[in-house]
């Protein structure tokens, strides 16, 4: 990976949430990198600030609530953290796309498909009419929805869940991206349309060269579609490595967790274990590890110092354990407060 | 959707005849309706022979048959004034009342929805909180008296327009306003908290995903999510606006519907009161029929249904 | 796949919401009141309008009938007069005075009747739906075909003027916004785990009504009532003022602007004190109740 260029690049990204009862650290210091054409999976329990990320990378953060207060992202070689809201909108649908959770509320329901699918070509193309409408047939062929003449005019509530996932899919596909969002994309779905979905998605991103960002809890959907991880655990990035060594050298004990937790087809001898207790609020933090409240083999170190994000052959660990392996600390302690 | 319209159709129709009957019904409320078709200080035998005149010593369900019977074919007999046929005299009213009221229905839309968008766009800003304050007091002016500061600034004071009466659009203006105030101030707040919430729906992430700009997305997308909860309240408002509509045409002077009624009333005319008000319900039951309609077009879930 | 395993055992460790320190109910209102600059006008106009209408007899300068001919039409602030005299000589301010428990008398009243009335018929068209739910929903459908205030108008107009007809006229037309609300909510609730748990246990019926329904109502109708009173009292004005309603001499707000419309070209302040009487009751019921919505029911918020 490291002769190719970085599509995506986050540094020390702090999204903060203002409410109520004061500041809410969302995302705390996140660093990431997607290299042209690969899949990198963003992975952690839900709360843990992957889809905060996300939306601050594509500049939706809800607005006047939520704000980056800190660090930069890097969009083909460009600084995008504070673009204008109308470059942002350049970007946006043409050079980066995302795909959300819900496909049953992610299209609005009183315009046609065509109506909607033909916004960012409108936005981002000087295409005429009947090419536009070209195009989309074109798009909706390509993910596997038959009828596509016809369902152009149709509205969302008469297609199914995995249809309209398909076409979510061929809106963020129609001005060719360099870079895919999908946030849970298969999560609403049922099973065996999860598996469709996937496949499609990846035989896609295949075929147009692009890099996906993917963000789930499913470790599953990780193995099936993921070159590289990175796991996110209280507004940080505690894990970060090749899927392979993930899965067979988890070093964190969160991602070790995670991995126990996870049902095994083949083998069906051991126990699911849990990790006890649940992802804290974001204003719940304190000093120390985020993690040490659950963690199995939290020291007393671990509740008062934050760990850095220590560099091991392999991958990269937020952990004490492993302070001593490798002096190279990849950042300051100072940065996690 | 044809299945729709018929069935619709068929409860207009009970409403109705429900209607109907609740007009006899009222007109019964005080014990002996002869009294009420007469002046107090009438004499004895007057009011006798009256009664036998009007049927109203015959028995109740005779009265009521009589009285939908002749209702149904648009008989409400004849002002006791006039001698005029009743619902004549209030569907000749019509014309003018229609152009107060949708006026004005068409004025606070114009005004509200604007409004109302901005508002929730710049939620909390000092835009929305005037927005805020302004529909708050919109809703606490009695119309009758908006209407009478509005005469006394723009007739009495600056002597622009005139105090009241009809047949121009100069005399539209203060009566259209008038009644328009209430509308504006409860559109707009609707507005405002309905597209709040359609600002916050996935789809709309969606659209700006796709990079669609916002002030497409105010104008296009939300609007027409925000609309079809706004249709139902303008129904519902219909009646309130015809109900405004009778205050603002006595308070000037305006030659509606609501202000031959009110004379009726003070008359104690009754016939004419009696197709009034069942005619103001027969105007209200279409205007939501055909509301309904337009909201099954908007509402492409409902339209395939 | 790992969620479900991972959210199970979650023992959660989180802190109450806020620290509730026992503190009696309507200390932890007054606080809240205190914090909102809208909420607290609200309540201050409905202290004042209340005090005044229920000790207004005592507080009025002048007796509110007393005709003084000599002294008509006197502008605001002389001859001892605050807000000046009307055409009979007669003080306007202790008529506003006396206007007010008009006023107020009317409004509560109403809301009590048409409350209780419009609850228990919701109550009943929502908990035993069958013939008294179409029954009742048929005479709110119908009753919503014709125009509040007309409705009120020619009820009146029938049963004759004078404050208790005012009041029958607007509960009769009133209740139905009731009865609507509380279906709706009984519709709800009884869908409810709570209510289920006590029909399969074989609680009585009425018991589940009174015990379990009926408590879970307060707060819809106290927010919807809230509201309400404000219309009232504009409806009692317009129909006053229409020449329905209080009749003159008994000063109410609606038949003071009846009566001074007809001075619109020499004396403003006639048409304008009551108006201001009015706009500023309604705009302190509003604002309270707007503040109780928010803070009874949050669902509603917006709404």
Not at chain 1, 169 to 191: F, G, H, N, R, W
Not at chain 1, 302 to 323: E, K, M
Not at chain 3, 157 to 177: K, R
Not at chain 3, 245 to 264: C, F, H, R, T
Request: a positive charge.
């Amino acid at each position: 990976m490291g002769n190719r260029s970085p599509i995506l690049e986050v540094r020390q990204l702090q999204t903060h949430f203002r409410s109520g009862h004061g500041v809410v650290k969302a995302v705390n210091g996140v660093d990431l990198t997607v290299y042209a054409g690969e899949t990198v999976g963003l992975v952690g329990e839900s709360g843990c600030g992957k889809s905060v990320t996300s939306l601050s990378v594509m500049g939706l953060l809800p607005k006047p609530a939520a704000a980056i207060v800190g660090g930069t992202i890097h969009f083909a070689g460009r600084d995008i953290t504070h673009l204008p809201e109308k470059q942002m909108r350049k970007l946006r649908g043409n050079e980066m796309s995302m795909i959300f959770q819900e496909p049953m509320t992610s299209l609005n329901p009183v315009f046609t498909i065509g109506q909607q699918m033909a916004e960012p070509l409108r936005q981002h193309t000087s295409l005429t009419k009947r090419q536009i409408r070209e195009k989309m047939v074109e798009m909706l062929q390509s993910v596997g929805i038959p009828r596509a003449g016809q369902i152009i005019d149709e509205y969302p509530h008469q297609l199914s869940g995995g249809m309209r996932q398909r076409v979510m899919i061929s809106l963020a596909m129609l001005c060719q991206p360099k870079l895919l969002i999908a946030d849970e994309p298969t999560t609403a779905l049922d099973v065996t349309i999860q598996a469709q979905i996937l496949q499609l998605m990846k035989e896609i991103k295949q075929k147009q060269q692009m890099a996906m960002l993917l963000i789930t809890h499913d470790l599953g959907v990780v193995a099936e579609m993921c070159d590289r991880v990175v796991v996110m655990y209280g507004g940080q990035v505690v894990e970060s490595a090749e899927v392979r060594t993930i899965f067979d050298q988890p070093r964190h004990p969160y991602t070790q967790g995670l991995l126990a937790s996870m049902p095994n087809a083949n083998e069906r001898k051991g126990e699911l274990k849990a990790i006890p207790g649940s992802v804290p609020r974001p204003d719940e933090v304190g000093q120390g590890c985020t993690f040490a409240p659950r963690c199995s083999q939290a020291m007393e170190r671990c509740r008062h110092d934050r760990p850095p994000l220590v560099a091991l052959p392999r991958q990269s660990c937020r952990c004490w354990l492993y302070a001593g392996e490798e002096e190279t600390a990849l950042e300051e302690v100072a940065h996690a407060t | 959707m044809l299945d729709y319209v018929i069935k619709r159709t068929g409860q207009v129709v009970v409403v109705l005849f429900l209607a109907l009957t609740a007009v006899f019904f009222i007109i019964r409320l005080s014990g002996d309706p002869t009294a009420l078709f007469l002046p107090p200080d009438a004499p004895r035998e007057q009011l006798e022979q009256f009664r036998k005149q009007l049927g109203f010593d015959r028995p109740l369900h005779v009265q009521y048959t009589e009285f939908m019977t002749k209702a149904v074919q648009g008989d409400f007999g004849t002002s006791l004034r006039t001698r005029e046929d009743a619902l004549q005299m209030v569907i000749n009213r019509i014309p003018a009342t229609f152009q107060l009221a949708f006026t004005s229905l068409g004025l606070s839309l114009l005004i509200a929805i604007p409004i109302g968008i901005q508002s929730a766009y710049r939620r909390n800003t000092w835009f929305d909180q005037a927005g805020v304050a302004a529909t708050v007091l919109g809703q606490a002016l009695p119309s009758f008296w908006l209407g009478l500061i509005l005469i006394y600034l723009f007739a009495v004071q600056l002597q622009w327009l005139p105090t009241g009466g009809g047949g121009s659009l100069v005399h539209l203006i203060l009566p259209a306003l008038t009644l328009a105030a209430y509308s504006v101030a409860r559109f707009a707040r609707f507005t405002r908290s309905t597209m709040l919430d359609v600002l916050r729906k996935d789809y709309i992430r969606t659209a700006k995903a796709s990079g669609v700009p916002t002030y497409k997305i105010l104008s296009v997308y939300a609007l027409k999510n925000t609309l079809i909860p706004i249709i139902t309240l303008v129904a519902l408002d219909l009646g309130v606006l015809l109900g405004g509509a009778v205050i603002v045409e006595v308070v000037f002077s305006w030659p509606g519907m609501g202000r031959l009624l009110m004379q009726s009333l003070l008359n104690r005319d009754f016939p004419v009161v009696m197709a009034g008000v069942f005619l103001i319900a027969f105007i209200y039951a279409v205007i939501n029929f055909v509301v309904d309609l337009l909201y099954a077009y908007v509402n492409p879930q409902i339209r395939f249904k | 796949m790992n969620q479900s395993t991972l959210t199970e055992a979650a023992v959660n460790p989180r802190p109450a919401p806020l620290s509730r320190k026992r503190e009696p109910a309507w200390r932890t209102y007054m606080r809240r009141l205190v914090k909102s600059p809208t909420g607290l006008a609200g309540f201050l106009i409905i202290f004042v309008v209340v005090i005044l209408g229920i000790f207004g007899p005592w507080l009025a300068p002048y007796d509110p009938n007393q005709a003084e001919f000599a002294k008509k039409l006197l502008p605001p602030l002389t001859d001892g007069h605050l807000l000046g005299t009307d055409q009979l000589g007669r003080d306007i301010f202790s008529r506003l005075i006396h206007g007010t428990s008009v006023s107020l008398i009317i409004g509560s009243c109403t809301v009590l009747f048409a409350g209780l009335i419009g609850t228990i018929l919701g109550v009943v068209a929502g908990y035993f739906r069958g013939w008294a739910d179409i029954i009742i929903m048929r005479i709110v459908d119908v009753k919503l075909s014709f125009p509040f205030i007309l409705l009120v108008l020619v009820i009146n107009a029938v049963i004759g003027a004078g404050l208790q007809n005012i009041i029958i006229s607007l509960v009769f037309a009133g209740w139905i916004v009731y009865a609507r609300v509380v279906r709706s909510e009984v519709l709800a609730l009884r869908e409810k785990e709570f209510i289920l748990s006590c029909v399969a246990t074989g609680v009585p019926r009425w018991e589940i009504i009174v015990k379990h329904i009926v408590p879970n109502l307060f707060t819809p109708i106290i927010v919807l009532s809230s509201l309400q009173i404000a219309t009232y009292i504009i409806a009692e004005a317009s129909i006053s003022f229409l020449g329905f309603g209080v009749q003159p001499p008994q000063p109410a707000w609606g038949n003071m602007l009846s009566e001074g419309k007809d001075y619109i070209f020499s004396a403003w302040w006639l048409i304008t004190f009551p108006g201001v009487a009015i706009v500023m009751t309604a705009l302190g019921v509003n604002l309270f109740g707007d503040w109780l919505r928010d803070v009874l029911d949050p669902e509603l918020k917006g709404h």
